[in-house]
T-cell receptor, first 115, second 113 residues
Framework: GAGVSQSPSNKVTEKGKDVELRCDPI?????LYWYRQSLGQGLEFLIY????????KSGLPSDRFSAERTGGSVSTLTIQRTQQEDSAVYLC?????????????FGEGSWLTVV | GDSVTQMEGPVTLSEEAFLTINCTYT??????LFWYVQYPGEGLQLLLK?????DKGSNKGFEATYRKETTSFHLEKGSVQVSDSAVYFC????????????FGRGTSLIVHP
């Protein structure tokens, strides 16, 4: 597609349930990022994939969060046993990796509400 | 670690007013600096960037100059329009090669007719 595609755009789930959020990056982009945006907060880095390298998981807030990227393209962010504090917009972004100062391209986000 | 500090919003202006949104950063070396904008109901998109000291990024009438001596990258526009109403995020990409941008908290701009 022309841009970064995320699904679902909105998700309401019950506390304790697992959720999966999907990201389809721009074709040819080797780098993929997940960020979280909470109300009134900035963008919190979660995880970064680059090509076939091991992902940088340093931003994942707990072991309930995991992500994978299959075939160097589509990525899934999984939140297990969701809690109310997980409610946020989850943003996926992708970029080419050509030196420094690369522009990253964001999807519109997946709004997650845990009730 | 790297960090970005932006002025808190909301910033409320009348159309055709001058805009400044302050951004300062903490990082080692010479990071790349960015402004991203999020219009209502849309995803973040790049507004402008600068990759070395004294560079000026510009786009859509907005400008920001990379000031190493003051570790700043303030966003300016001479005459804002209602359509500029959005949330503006300052960001840096470390020179150390982590390639993971660090974002500020965002500044909401509201422009009244």
């Amino acid at each position: 597609g022309a841009g970064v595609s995320q699904s679902p755009s909105n998700k309401v789930t019950e506390k304790g349930k697992d959720v999966e959020l999907r990201c389809d990056p721009i074709s040819g982009h080797t780098a993929l990022y997940w960020y979280r945006q909470s109300l009134g907060q900035g963008l919190e880095f979660l995880i970064y994939f680059q090509g076939n390298s091991a992902p940088d998981k340093s931003g994942l807030p707990s072991d309930r969060f995991s992500a994978e990227r299959t075939g160097g393209s589509v990525s899934t962010l999984t939140i297990q046993r969701t809690q109310q504090e997980d409610s946020a917009v989850y943003l996926c972004a992708s970029s080419r990796r050509e030196g420094s100062g690369n522009t990253i391209y964001f999807g519109e986000g997946s709004w997650l509400t845990v009730v | 670690g790297d960090s970005v500090t932006q002025m808190e919003g909301p910033v409320t202006l009348s159309e055709e007013a001058f805009l400044t949104i302050n951004c300062t950063y903490t990082a080692t070396g010479y990071p790349s600096l960015f402004w991203y904008v999020q219009y209502p109901g849309e995803g973040l998109q790049l507004l402008l960037k600068a990759t070395k000291a004294d560079d000026k990024g510009s786009n859509k009438g907005f400008e920001a100059t990379y000031r190493k001596e003051t570790t700043s990258f303030h966003l300016e526009k001479g005459s804002v329009q209602v359509s500029d109403s959005a949330v503006y995020f300052c960001a840096l990409e470390s020179a150390g090669g982590s390639y993971i941008p660090t974002f500020g908290r965002g500044t909401s701009l509201i422009v009244h007719p």
